[in-house]
Each structure stands twice: as C-alpha cells, then as structure tokens.
T-cell receptor, first 113, second 114 residues
Framework: KAGVTQTPRYLIKTRGQQVTLSCSPISGHRSVSWYQQTPGQGLQFLFEYFSETQRNKGNFPGRFSGRQFSNSRSEMNVSTLELGDSALYLC????????????FGPGTRLTVL | AQTVTQSQPEMSVQEAETVTLSCTYDTSENNYYLFWYKQPPSRQMILVIRQEAYKQQNATENRFSVNFQKAAKSFSLKISDSQLGDTAMYFCAFPMNRDDKIIFGKGTRLHILP
C-alpha cells in the first residue's frame, strides 16, 4: 500500500496570508490527525477527523481549521498567518482511532516571513 | 493532568552498544497502547514498537524492546546492537484516554557514533 502523502512539501508565505495543506491517508484508513511540530513545543495535536467529522481538537486558535472528504483525504487551513505558525505540519492516518498505530506522512514545512 | 515525560533530551552512544531511552507517563486509563516513534533526519515519523498496557509481557521487535512498568508508569525503550541508522529523534506517546488524542513526549535525540 502507498503510504501517507502530504502536499506541498514546502511552503513559504507571508504574514496575513492563508494556506491550505493536503493529506492523503493510507487506503482504508479513516482517521486522519494533524500535528504541528516546532523545536520549542515539540509535537502538538491540532485535530482529528473521522468519517468527514472532526472528532477531536487540540488547543489551537480558530485560525486553524480542517476538513475531511468522503475518500478520507484531509485538508487543513491556516488563515491570517503569523510568524509563529512556521513549523512542520504532520499528518497521520490510522484505521479507526488516532489512539491506534498511526502512520505519518513526510510533513509540510511551512515558513512564514 | 495527563502527561508524558522524556527526561533525556539528547544521548550519544557508540555503534553496537545498547542504549535505553526513558519515558514516564501519567494516565487514569487502564487499557491503552503505548508507543515509541522514531523520526530520522529525513523527518518521516515511523512506529518503532507498541505495547498493550493490559499485557504483562514486554513487547519486542528485533533489536528494540520495552521495559513496561505499569505500576510505576514507566515505559523505556532499549535498543540493542545500535546501528548508525538508529540515529533519530525518539518520541514516547500514549493516549489521553481511550478515544482521545495521543500525547507525545518532547523527544530524545539519539546519536549513534561510528
């Protein structure tokens, strides 16, 4: 099976812009989780989607949003970008629950100037 | 609050040596999985090993094994016969509760020296 794919791999944006990141899970996986990884804060949970519904959400402002499509592909959107949003954004898929084994994508490196 | 702590930010060992990475956690759950994930310099996070909390037997995957002490809430990872390819950031993780999100530790950066 193909692994988790994320596009784009790298992004450079300026403050105030918005960005959309995409994640395609492993075929058959219905749970997709998103994480923000920074050197200072480590891995922080953003949200999890299952069957097109947000099932869990982390402690991030409303500028961070996401959605999941019927084929389990997921997108996350960050509006009004801030310098502090610069990070590696990881997507992970699992069969049913995010508390099962997760399979991670390569990540999208977002730089906000 | 449910937490996971990795007390060793960085470690270095010689190739072929054995190294143990520590992790302690706190949860009110009884049945759950605990995980060790590895993130090599290429950045793709992969599962190293998984332990089911209700099993007393420690999980083993080739050179990787865990020492799971449920009462002490300790979950360490032992890497035997370490190889250069083991150089990576290692994260301990467990779920906040059965149907909730995973919490990751801050990670241990492991360097395997030739």
């Amino acid at each position: 099976k193909a692994g988790v794919t994320q596009t784009p791999r790298y992004l450079i944006k300026t403050r105030g812009q918005q960005v959309t990141l995409s994640c395609s899970p492993i075929s058959g996986h219905r749970s997709v989780s998103w994480y923000q990884q920074t050197p200072g804060q480590g891995l922080q949970f953003l949200f999890e989607y299952f069957s097109e519904t947000q099932r869990n959400k982390g402690n991030f402002p409303g500028r961070f949003s996401g959605r999941q499509f019927s084929n389990s592909r997921s997108e996350m959107n960050v509006s009004t970008l801030e310098l502090g949003d610069s990070a590696l954004y990881l997507c992970a898929s699992s069969l049913i629950r995010s508390t099962d084994t997760q399979y991670f994508g390569p990540g999208t490196r977002l730089t906000v100037l | 609050a449910q937490t996971v702590t990795q007390s060793q930010p960085e470690m270095s060992v010689q190739e072929a040596e054995t190294v143990t990475l520590s992790c302690t956690y706190d949860t009110s759950e009884n049945n759950y999985y605990l995980f060790w994930y590895k993130q090599p310099p290429s950045r793709q996070m992969i599962l190293v090993i998984r332990q089911e909390a209700y099993k007393q037997q420690n999980a083993t995957e080739n050179r990787f094994s865990v020492n799971f002490q449920k009462a002490a809430k300790s979950f360490s990872l032992k890497i035997s016969d370490s190889q250069l390819g083991d150089t990576a950031m290692y994260f301990c993780a467990f779920p906040m509760n059965r149907d909730d999100k995973i919490i990751f530790g801050k990670g241990t950066r492991l360097h395997i020296l030739p």
